[in-house]
């Protein structure tokens, strides 16, 4: 099983500052499988980059995806008030398919 | 307009079978992808439970294998989940997702339900 560690566990910034969240697997991740989600309280999680580095249909292109290997990073580059919530990294090279256990991003 | 929603009890007793169904509609569950479930228990991560293709085999994570049925009924249009012999860890928000195939796997979730809470309790 591919176990993913995200870090910060939170991170506290103000709107129109630059986000950086990682995401780091515990083998190589081949073929770039991952994505990233985003989810707000009380919601279902929505698919905001896949394959490392594509973001999802209706993504605004303020987030990127890059990494490779075992290190990966969410980048939101001037956050909007609708961004804080919570993100997920997932693996998909191999199965179990896993998440890491996210990273929440709050409102200093 | 993809949209999954899923139904079922809310409220399961322990040493019972969880059952949930996946509602589809705006896409055929035949054509081209994996349908799956995910769970969240409350206050926690996420947890993929297992995938399928309309007229192939699962795929199950090894941890709830032996307790984990996932079916597809394609001319309802609907997939559905049992997980056997619950316990008070199997609370959680159970979530139907539609899942993108590469390189004929299942791979990362596109589509996702509500969600519903069932509860693990006598």
């Known amino acids: 099983e591919i176990v993913l560690t995200q870090s910060p566990g939170t991170l506290s910034l103000s709107p129109g500052e630059r986000a950086t969240l990682s995401c780091r697997a515990s083998?190589?991740?081949?073929?770039?499988?991952l994505a990233w989600y985003q989810q707000k309280p009380g919601q279902a999680p929505r698919l905001l980059i896949y394959?490392?580095?594509s973001r999802a249909t209706g993504i605004p292109d303020r987030f990127s995806g890059s990494g490779s290997g075992t290190d990966f990073t969410l980048t939101i580059s001037r956050l909007e008030p609708e961004d804080f919530a919570v993100y997920y990294c997932?693996?998909?090279?191999?199965?179990?398919?896993?998440f890491g256990g996210g990273t929440k991003v709050e409102i200093k | 307009q993809v949209q999954l929603q899923e139904s079922g009890p809310g409220l399961v007793k322990p040493s019972e079978t969880l059952s949930l169904t996946c509602t589809v509609s705006?896409?055929?569950?035949?054509?081209?992808?994996?349908w799956g479930w995910i769970r969240q228990p409350p206050g926690k991560g996420l947890e993929w439970i297992g995938s399928?293709?309309?007229?192939?085999?699962?795929y199950y994570t090894p941890f709830l294998k032996s307790r984990v049925t996932i079916s597809v009924d394609t001319p309802k249009n609907q997939f559905s989940l049992k997980l056997s012999s619950v316990t008070a860890a199997d609370t959680a928000v159970y979530y139907c997702?539609?899942?993108?195939?590469?390189?004929?796997?299942?791979?990362?979730?596109?589509?996702w339900g509500q969600g519903t809470l069932v509860t693990v309790s006598s």
């Open positions: 997702v539609r899942v993108h195939p590469s390189r004929f796997k299942p791979r990362y979730f596109d589509y």
């Open positions: 705006g896409y055929s569950i035949s054509s081209g992808y994996y």
């Open positions: 399928m293709y309309h007229n192939e085999s699962p």
């Open positions: 083998q190589s991740v081949t073929i770039t499988y």
């Open positions: 394959d490392t580095s």
């Open positions: 997932q693996q998909y090279d191999s199965s179990p398919l896993t």
